[in-house]
């Protein structure tokens, strides 16, 4: 999973540097609730903390 989710953000530097700000935009709110997802998931005791920096 962290490799397909390393490989979303390769797609997303793919994407900017020709130019696709939009979709980068919206490829970094899917690949961000999935970042949070795994993380509620799998240890509770730090998915707020997580939540918090994930979202800055």
């Known amino acids: 999973m962290v490799i397909a989710l390393r490989a979303e ?3 997303i530097l793919y994407n900017l540097k020709y130019e696709k700000l939009e979709k980068s935009i ?3 709110h899917s690949v961000t609730a999935k970042y ?3 993380a509620g998931e799998g240890n509770q005791s730090i998915a707020g903390t ?4 994930v979202g800055e």
């Open 50 to 53: 997580l939540t918090k920096f």
């Open 36 to 38: 949070l997802k795994i």
């Open 26 to 28: 919206d490829d970094v």
């Open 9 to 11: 953000l390769q797609n």
